[in-house]
């Protein structure tokens, strides 16, 4: 069975994604890098206010998708009202601390994950831990050992990244949409009880949502 476009023109898949960390960690500075990669850091970044997302077209092992990428201000005054709306159909979250605040890094077991756990359908979500601000290690508090802990105790992976001189920022996002977009062409591809076709597998086909009702893989999923 195939799963190619049925039609010319389908869009690219779009997935809702989450960033999630303390206020501080990098995550504004994160999204403003990736889709203005040649734009330097900008200083003047103040903290966000409430919920906003942008979006970016990435490269996966299977074709092109979309990501829409919600960033928030991390702040629990505003988080608590707005996190049910955050999460919902996510389909990634990026867990970002700061690997110069060991404070940030204890957040994540203490505070985001729960978070994560309450709001989010957890199961179909693909997580990824970013240790931002490598470029200043001189003043690293959280060991990479420690990271990767972590990870193995949630069961995800991690990159360190630098917002100021780009390091992997581009290959987090492209990795945490990676694994959001194969666990979709496997949904799909057990919701037809067959093996898709992978080549074009992006073209026009049905991703499985999390209550089995299909949805149009070209329109957001969120
Ligand atoms: P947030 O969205 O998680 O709250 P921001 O974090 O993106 O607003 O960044 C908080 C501060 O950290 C900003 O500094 C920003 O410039 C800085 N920052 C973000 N990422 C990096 C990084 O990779 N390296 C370094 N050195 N700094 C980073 P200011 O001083 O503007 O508050
Ligand atoms: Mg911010």
Redesign the pocket.
Known sequence: MSNRATSTGAKPPLYKIV?L?????????????LTNPDKP????????MGIEFDTQMLDTEHGKVKAQIW?T??QERFARVLLPTYFRKAKGVIL?Y?I?NAKSFDSLAERWMTQLNDHASSDDLAKLLVG?????EASREVSREKAQQFCHEYGMEMLE?????G?NVLKSFEKLIGIVHNRALEAASNAKGGIIGMNGANDGFKLQDGDNKSTDAGACGC
């Open positions: 960033m960390g303390d206020s501080g960690v990098g995550k504004t500075s994160l999204v403003a890098r850091m900008n200083h003047d970044i103040s903290a966000t960033d201000a991390g970002v700061d110069t931002n601000k490598s470029d200043l990244t630098s917002a100021k001189s390091e």
